[in-house]
């Protein structure tokens, strides 16, 4: 956070002053949380005070649910981002023994669905090849695939996506493996 400062209160003193600078160097940003809708009509003092409520959050990403053991950068970051963003989300491949080279090259996530066939279960798939989508630059996004459709940017939705009912599958373009040294921001 920036905060730049100056000026007088009294507009007949012409006086120069140098602006009061507060810079923050720190690992975290300042996140502000909306009160509910309704706070107003709660009637309470508690209703208005939830308006204003804040809290720091780490802009870094700490290591999700996926064993980052294998993947390659980019497919790092989408894991870690999936983890945050979907904390419903308990269980995300990535490398494994395939005939395709995907999976064994550190290249893909297959990010499980709880309860896949369910309403909020394909919601929930829905979102996450939505947000995949949506950070397609960010995560070096090739393709995705969720429930027989098969994603890609500046493609769009497909038919033929080889099933995935119980989980979406995602590919990057990996990036390289880690040198240990590397920052996954939010």
């Known amino acids: 956070m920036f905060f730049a400062v100056g000026g007088s209160a009294n507009p007949t003193v012409a006086k120069e002053a140098d602006p009061v600078v507060a810079v923050d160097d720190s690992p975290g ?23 204003s409520r804040m809290r720091m959050v780490s802009r870094f990403l700490p290591a999700g649910v996926a ?30 023994a ?3 080279r995907w999976h064994p090259n550190g290249l893909a996530l297959d990010v ?11 919601a929930l798939g829905d979102a996450i090849v939505a947000y995949v989508m949506e950070n397609a630059d960010r995560f070096g996004l090739q393709d995705a695939i969720w429930r027989g459709m098969y994603y890609t940017p500046g493609g769009g939705a497909q038919r033929g996506g080889y099933g995935h009912y119980d989980h979406v ?18």
Do not use: C, W
């Open 112 to 122: 499980m669905i709880p309860n896949p066939g369910s309403a909020d279960g394909i």
């Open 169 to 186: 599958h995602v590919t990057t373009t990996g990036g390289g493996y880690p040198s240990g040294s590397e920052v996954y921001l939010r």
């Open 29 to 51: 940003g300042l996140q502000l949380v909306a009160a509910p809708a309704d706070y107003l009509r709660q009637g309470s003092p508690e209703g208005v005070a939830a308006a």
């Open 67 to 96: 064993s980052e053991r294998g993947l390659q950068v980019k497919t790092i970051l989408a894991a870690r981002s999936i983890s945050d963003a979907f904390p419903q989300i308990h269980q995300i491949g990535g490398v494994r």
């Open 98 to 100: 395939d005939a395709l």
